[in-house]
């Protein structure tokens, strides 16, 4: 198995697991705490380490219906080394991986956030045909 279809079957078994018994999340997605909600996943043991980075998912409604909330964390590295996949090498190599396992996405937003030094991608996935 490959690393990108191992990164696809391992978000797929977090975006199920979420379904089935995932933290709520009832906030707005304009005013996301997204330090906090880490520490809320990690605390939950519902925190992941995917692609070297940090990814969380909440149970949420999206627009009326069941969705799942997935935040993706990238640090800002000030000294890049060299070799090192830059930021938005690595933010692009998300964005593809969850499009092609989700193939669609209702929302997906990056927020840069100087003072944690993290770029941030937020994803809204609606449950669509789910028992």
């Not at 977090?14 to 906090?36: C, R, W």
């Not at 980075?53 to 909330?69: E, G, H, P, R, S």
């Not at 800002?76 to 070799?83: A, K, L, M, P, Q």
């Not at 997906?108 to 770029?119: C, G, M, Q, R």
Request: a negative charge; aromatic letters at 12%.
């Amino acid at each position: 198995m490959s690393e990108q279809e191992y990164v696809q079957v391992k978000m797929k078994e977090i975006f199920d697991s979420t379904i089935e018994d995932g933290i709520p999340f009832q906030g707005t997605i304009e005013t996301l705490d997204y330090y906090g909600m880490f520490c809320k996943a990690a605390a939950k043991d519902q925190l992941y380490k995917l692609m070297n980075n940090n990814l969380c998912m909440f149970k949420t409604q999206w627009n009326d219906n069941d969705a799942v909330l997935m935040i993706y964390s990238i640090p800002i590295n000030t000294n890049e080394e060299s070799g090192a996949k830059s930021v938005a090498e690595r933010v692009m190599d998300f964005v593809a991986n969850v499009e092609k396992t989700f193939v669609s996405l209702d929302y997906l937003t990056s927020t840069e956030v100087p003072e944690d030094k993290f770029i941030y991608i937020v994803v809204i996935k609606t449950i669509n045909g789910r028992e």
